[in-house]
Nanobody, 123 residues
Framework: QVQLVDSGGGLVQAGGSLRLSCAAS????????MGWFRQAPGKERAFVAA????????RYSDSVKGRFTISRDVAKNTVYLQMNSLKPEDTATYYC????????????????WGQGTQVTVSS
């Protein structure tokens, strides 16, 4: 199994940017599909972005497409989520996750999770 620690959350004004990091240990991230999910209070955990094992393919939810970018640094065994043009509706706890199966927006396909990092966007 792989252990994940996500970080980089904070308070930012609408229109601003933030970069989240997900540091993996125990196994290499290129053995997994890596993804980001988010959950706002009272809401279901929702898919945000994912990157294929090869790093050659990415997928985004419609709500963040064009604003967020998922990337990775294999040498650092770290996955990133660059968030630009942030909106108040982006406010949520963000979780990184790893899947040993297909690139999917379904949370149950991911077997390893970070502890979550809070992102708050003020209007």
């Amino acid at each position: 199994q792989v252990q994940l620690v996500d970080s980089g959350g904070g308070l930012v004004q609408a229109g601003g940017s933030l970069r989240l990091s997900c540091a993996a240990s125990g196994r290499a991230i290129n053995s997994y599909v890596m993804g980001w999910f988010r959950q706002a209070p009272g809401k279901e955990r929702a898919f945000v972005a994912a990157i294929a094992r090869s790093g050659g393919s990415t997928r985004y939810s419609d709500s963040v497409k064009g604003r967020f970018t998922i990337s990775r640094d294999v040498a650092k065994n770290t996955v990133y989520l660059q968030m630009n043009s942030l909106k108040p509706e982006d406010t949520a706890t963000y979780y990184c996750a790893a899947s040993d199966w297909i690139l999917s927006p379904i949370s149950s396909y991911y077997g390893s999770w970070g502890q979550g990092t809070q992102v708050t966007v003020s209007s």
